[in-house]
């Protein structure tokens, strides 16, 4: 259920941070708060309280990776291909 929650909410949110229509900061705080919403969710007893917490803990990982890996992503050189040994075509020469 996590995994499938994360797996419907991840593409939308890189493609709302592509669009900038999601910062990194908002995305990473409203991923947190619906994950420790399902952390609080697994206290419930049964069944609901397993599955509402499976949901919200998946859709906040969802939403927590794309503004992550962006963060992460955002200090490298945009040329990072640009060095000895490396062609500069090798995505165009490698997809043939």
Do not use: Q
Request: hydrophobic share 55%; net charge positive.
């Amino acid at each position: 259920m996590s995994i499938l929650a994360a797996a419907v909410v991840r593409p939308a949110a890189g493609r709302a941070l592509d669009a900038r229509r999601l910062s990194t900061r908002n995305g990473l705080l409203t991923g947190l708060v619906i994950a420790a919403a399902g952390l609080a969710a697994a206290m419930l007893s049964g069944l609901t309280g397993v599955l509402s917490a499976a949901a919200l803990i998946g859709v906040g990982t969802g939403l927590i990776t794309p503004p992550g890996f962006a963060a992460l992503a955002a200090p490298t050189r945009s040329n990072a291909w640009d060095r000895p040994g490396v062609p500069r075509n090798w995505a165009a020469s490698s997809a043939t």
